[in-house]
């Protein structure tokens, strides 16, 4: 099967599945043996093209051309292969642990919930084959609208007043802000495509490159970038496997992705870090860092604290890129899939945790890991990934990231990294220390709405949280294809060969192609 083939396969299969699983709606085992099936076939065609990449291939493919000179056309560049690897790896897990977790709380809706999810899959593979803006803007815009109705799923006012927030700042951001910035992009530079090196190079001064990353960084709402952030947070009223979905496979990682495409393929790092005119992001993405590491500190509902959680570590890769350094932009695209991987793991365990006994704040934590040790202790990798301590997959892009800042003498970047990796430190650690240390609370006993007499959640809930903890390690034990993916990104051009740069520094593992 050609690999252009394997390209629309990836775009096809979920939105088939969106349509045949409403005709099992009465049968929910066949309409989760669907999603199942459905979400291992991706897999596996995201799997052969991962191959083909690493093996140097760049498949491409032209739908149609709406007016000449814009089409809508597909092409598989290294950063788009990590994210679509990554959304097209979590879907299966999700799609496990959401059998446990829909049925385990006897939620409302359950077939309109996998019809919206394949379809919102399905967007994120557009999103990541993207060849140009007007492509990516288009499965942009579907993935804010299928995923709305997973956020107001529960139907109450709690989750209408948040699908609105949702719904007014990704589609206002986009309309108001992005649409102009590609529009303009166009009219200024005559093209649209992801170019290696970028396509500003002596067609945009300084001046109007600032302006336009600053429309693009803004107007990209779902990298949560301050003061663009709200609808994060408000959306956790949302059921647990929606939160993963937004913060690991799809929504959030869409939005840190185009910005570091938009970064690299369309400014070009050479050309950006020569102007300074994107010099303000770094301060940008900083301040998001720590602010809303500030904010996650004071947070006692666990759903709202890794909310914030995310909203920090998103600015982690912008300021990655930010940094506008070959290396700490390797850094950026590890940090996608380091983050994806760890934050559905604690998403994961934030749900077992209400499934089983109910628990939403972290004061009701206290002794958990006694009754839940499988949910906890994959709640301390995912914590101790997000501080970005080995032998976890945060490490990895921090690394990166510091490096790259020291070497280019940004020690703005250096004193954000370290001050935010503390207050991550602030706000994990006390969490684990207490449910494994501590006693339990004997007042818990007195809240109506805690269950006492309780183990772990249902076991598909405990399969997907354990296999997403097992890929917290795995990834830093063997980061090989990820670090090829990532340094192909920056590679102006050298062919890829079957031989993976050796990469500098790399602290455990290696590359996986010798």
Not at 34 to 41: A, D, F, H, P, Y
Not at 235 to 257: E, N, R
Not at 297 to 305: A, G, I, S, V, W
Request: charged fraction near 10%.
């Amino acid at each position: 099967m050609t690999s252009q083939t394997l390209i629309i396969l990836a775009l096809v299969l979920p939105a088939l599945t969106v349509l045949v699983i409403p005709l099992f709606h009465r049968q929910p085992n066949l309409r989760e043996t669907i999603t199942i099936t459905s979400s291992g076939l991706l897999f596996l065609t995201i799997l052969i093209l991962l191959i083909r990449v690493l093996d140097g291939e760049r498949p491409s493919i032209e739908l149609i051309r709406v007016v000449p000179d814009l089409p809508i056309s597909f092409a598989i560049e290294p950063l788009g292969m990590i994210f679509a690897a990554v959304a097209g790896t979590l879907w299966i897990v999700n799609s496990i642990y959401s059998i446990g977790y829909m049925r385990g709380n006897n939620e409302p809706r359950q077939t309109q919930f996998y019809m919206c999810f394949a379809l919102a899959i399905s967007a994120t593979m557009g999103i990541a084959f993207a060849d140009n803006l007007f492509t990516l803007f288009l499965f942009y815009e579907v993935l804010t609208l299928s995923t709305y109705p997973l956020v107001t799923h529960k139907g109450n006012a709690e989750a209408k007043a948040g699908g609105r927030k949702y719904l007014i700042i990704l589609l206002g951001t986009s309309t108001v802000l992005l649409l102009p910035a590609i529009i303009w992009t166009w009219f200024l530079t005559g093209s649209m495509t992801f170019t290696i090196g970028g396509i500003m190079a002596g067609k945009v001064d300084g001046l109007t490159l600032g302006l336009l990353l600053a429309l693009y960084v803004f107007g990209i709402g779902k990298a949560a970038v301050m003061p663009m952030h709200g609808w994060l947070p408000a959306a956790m009223v949302a059921p647990t496997p929606v939160s993963a979905l937004l913060h690991a496979v799809a929504v959030v990682k869409a939005g840190v992705f185009t910005v570091v495409k938009v970064i690299v393929y369309i400014f070009g790092i050479d050309y950006l870090a020569d102007t300074g005119a994107g010099d303000w992001l770094l301060y940008i993405a900083g301040f998001t860092i720590l602010m809303a590491s500030v904010i996650a500190l004071r947070q006692d509902n666990l759903k709202r604290r890794l909310a914030f959680s995310t909203v920090s570590q998103l600015s982690y890769v912008v300021l990655a890129v930010a940094i506008l350094s070959p290396i700490s932009a390797i850094g950026a695209a590890m940090h996608i899939a380091a983050h994806a991987v760890s934050k559905i793991t604690l998403f994961f365990a934030a749900g077992s945790l209400y499934t089983a006994a109910h628990i939403t704040k972290i004061s009701q934590m206290r002794g958990i890991g006694r009754k839940m040790p499988w949910t906890m202790t994959a709640f301390a990798i995912g914590g101790i990934s997000m501080i970005g301590l080995p032998p976890t997959a945060g490490f990895l892009g921090k690394w990166f990231m510091l490096q790259g800042a020291m070497e280019g003498g940004k020690w703005v970047a250096v004193g954000i990294i370290i001050i935010s990796t503390i207050l991550n430190a602030g706000y994990f650690l006390p969490v684990i220390v207490s449910a494994f240390l501590r006693p339990v609370d004997p007042n818990a006993s007195k809240d109506k709405d805690i269950v006492t007499d309780h183990g772990e959640a249902p076991l598909g809930i405990v399969i997907a949280l354990t296999l997403t903890a097992a890929g917290t390690i795995a990834l830093f034990l063997f980061p090989g294809p990820l670090y090829e993916l990532a340094s192909a990104m920056v590679d102006m051009g050298t062919e890829v060969t079957n031989v993976a740069p050796e990469p500098p520094a790399l602290p455990v593992g290696g590359n996986s192609h010798e």
